[in-house]
T-cell receptor, first 115, second 112 residues
Framework: KAGVTQTPRYLIKTRGQQVTLSCSPI?????VSWYQQTPGQGLQFLFE???????NKGNFPGRFSGRQFSNSRSEMNVSTLELGDSALYLC??????????????FGPGTRLTVL | DQQVKQNSPSLSVQEGRISILNCDYT??????FLWYKKYPAEGPTFLIS???IKDKNEDGRFTVFLNKSAKHLSLHIVPSQPGDSAVYFC???????????WGAGTKLIIKP
């Protein structure tokens, strides 16, 4: 079956703009988590959605938001972009919320560059 | 303050030899540790994990060792193969908190 897909794969924006990233989980998976990976840093947890509800949230400012649709697809939005938002944004899907880590599958990521 | 540290950004190992990737942590509440592998243009994939009640876990060519007193874990790959060339992330969690804390990763290069 198809894996986790993320669109777009690459994105270039300028400071102050906003951006929306999309994640389609594996068919049947209802949980989607988002992560930010910056150079020299590990993955930083952004938030997790399950059945259209945010279940868990990391320590990111309110400029970072997300949502999940009834078909489990998820979007994350970053408003008023800053240079430091340049990163690889990864999403991961799992069948259940708070899944065992070996049951969480990552997409290839969206590389966001803020100029 | 990085709670999980991978101090070697990269490591080069001859094919067939042992690769040892290291990870240190500072939070004594961590009780579950994982290693992930990431190829370019792909997301991380789970490799192996270890609970704090054990000091070793083995899966084929991959073995993870945990030294709780030193707050140190290591991943051993024996023998190393070209397909093992990737970035390896160490991650940890505390039972009371679902969120994983990730290290910055170590890029492993297997030389032919």
């Amino acid at each position: 079956k198809a894996g986790v897909t993320q669109t777009p794969r690459y994105l270039i924006k300028t400071r102050g703009q906003q951006v929306t990233l999309s994640c389609s989980p594996i068919s049947g998976h209802r949980s989607v988590s988002w992560y930010q990976q910056t150079p020299g840093q590990g993955l930083q947890f952004l938030f997790e959605y399950f059945s259209e509800t945010q279940r868990n949230k990391g320590n990111f400012p309110g400029r970072f938001s997300g949502r999940q649709f009834s078909n489990s697809r998820s979007e994350m939005n970053v408003s008023t972009l800053e240079l430091g938002d340049s990163a690889l944004y990864l999403c991961a899907s799992s069948l259940l919320a708070r899944a065992l880590y070996n049951e969480q599958f990552f997409g290839p990521g969206t590389r966001l560059t803020v100029l | 303050d990085q709670q999980v540290k991978q101090n070697s950004p990269s490591l080069s190992v001859q094919e067939g030899r042992i690769s040892i990737l290291n990870c240190d942590y500072t939070n004594s509440m961590f009780d579950y540790f994982l290693w992930y592998k990431k190829y370019p243009a792909e997301g991380p994939t789970f490799l192996i994990s270890i609970s704090s009640i054990k000091d070793k876990n083995e899966d084929g060519r991959f073995t993870v060792f945990l030294n709780k007193s030193a707050k140190h874990l290591s991943l051993h790959i024996v023998p190393s193969q070209p397909g093992d060339s990737a970035v390896y992330f160490c991650a940890a969690s505390a039972n009371s908190n679902y969120q994983l804390i990730w290290g910055a990763g170590t890029k492993l290069i297997i030389k032919p």
